[in-house]
């Protein structure tokens, strides 16, 4: 059985997308099979354009009309060596955006259970990890990724209004759900970043902080940290959620 | 004071009646909507307002797509008795529906008896 992983942020502009694309690679690094969505329907990534198109979206695949497997492609690439990688992408066209804004709630009940049909499917036809890029914040295609995941990563930096949403999005939406969760501090100024005062509460568990380094956002747009730079401060992060997922869902 | 005088007084306190009147009514109206909502769909923000125990089984039967009470006991590490209760509560609240298929009875997310 695989494992799914939701990678949400309280607020826009804390590093999800960044994060979820050199997450995916750590695990083909290690020889896994690996699906990348960009489920920020709101305001599609397409992971900056680094791989494949496709002509199927995931909003189809959420309204019943369309097979995951028919909307995944795959990387084919040696930089995913020695796993293998599979993205699907929401639609970006405006009037796709628009429409999702006004889906009702029976429509969003239906495609929470479409999202889990979708992780059976994917992991019955052979994917070990679904890594969800989901929108910040609260709303229905956000936390309908987070109820289908077994893992959610909360990136988010050191600014008060980040962290205060943080809180109140752990305990109100992680913890009901019983989802089991760990932050990533991004862009760190401070060189304890983990122990900024008052501004974290000490039973949140974070997991790895991340020093607010320019290469980062220079690199991104077209290198994967975690494949062209394995010892630089971003990469080690990523590999160290790694590890810590990997700990905490064997222990369950 | 003058008789002008009291009349913009008098005028100011209706005002403001009204104006309470107004959010009584508002209120009475909202509380409404919350006794019909318990007959909605179950959307993910209607399953996190669910007390902890039927929380925890809708979200169970959410991944199993469709299951008897002995399915989501064995997910959840519950009796079989209890799940069963907590199934028909949530089939009671319209937020899931049951089904019989040979000797065994399913139970799946339903599509809400409201709006």
């Given at each position: 059985m695989g494992i799914s992983i939701a990678v949400h942020?309280?607020?826009?502009?804390?590093?999800k997308t960044s994060f979820s694309i050199n997450l995916a690679f750590a695990y083909t690094s290690a020889g896994k099979s690996v699906c990348l969505l960009d489920?920020?329907?709101?305001?599609?990534?397409?992971?900056?354009?680094m791989f494949p198109d496709s002509d199927r979206w995931l909003n189809d695949v959420l309204d019943g009309k369309c097979d995951i497997m028919d909307a995944i492609v795959e990387v084919a690439d040696d930089t995913v060596a020695p796993g293998k990688l599979y993205v699907g992408y929401c639609n970006p066209d405006i009037d796709a955006v628009r429409e999702m804004s006004g889906k009702d709630r029976k429509w969003q009940s239906k495609a929470l259970q479409n999202i889990m049909g979708v992780k059976k499917k994917l992991f019955s036809s052979g994917i070990d990890v679904l890594i969800i890029d989901t929108g910040p914040g609260v709303d229905f295609t956000s936390v309908n990724a987070i109820a289908a995941a077994d893992y959610v990563i909360m990136v988010t930096k050191p600014a008060r209004s980040h962290q205060k949403y943080m809180e109140q999005i752990i305990d109100g939406i992680y913890i009901p759900l019983g989802k089991d969760y760990g932050v990533i501090m991004n862009k760190?100024?401070?060189?304890?970043?983990?122990?900024i005062p008052g501004l974290?509460?000490?039973?949140?568990?974070?997991v790895a902080s991340i020093p607010c380094l320019c290469d980062i956002a220079t690199r991104s747009d077209s290198e994967v940290l975690t494949v062209?730079?394995?010892?630089?401060p971003f990469s080690k992060a990523v590999f160290t959620v790694v590890r810590t997922i990997e700990d905490c869902l064997s222990n369950k | 004071m003058t008789i002008d005088d009291s009349n913009e007084e008098i005028v100011n306190l209706l005002k403001e009646i009204s104006g309470k009147l107004d959010r009584i009514l508002m209120q009475g109206t909202s509380t409404k909507e919350s006794d019909e909502g318990i007959f909605d769909v179950l959307d993910v923000m209607t399953l996190l307002t669910l007390p902890d125990h039927l929380r925890a089984t809708a979200t169970a039967l959410f991944e199993l797509g469709s299951a008897t009470a002995e399915d989501l006991a064995e997910k959840t590490h519950k009796e079989r008795a209890v799940e069963s209760n907590y199934l028909n509560q949530l089939v009671r609240m319209g937020h899931v529906v049951k089904g019989r298929s040979g000797r065994k009875v399913y139970f799946s997310i339903g599509e809400g008896l409201g709006k």
């Open positions: 942020s309280s607020k826009g502009g804390s590093g489920a920020d329907f709101k305001a599609p990534s397409l992971f900056n354009y760190c100024h401070d060189n304890k970043p983990i122990a974290v509460d000490p039973d949140i568990p974070v062209a730079d394995p010892e630089h | -």
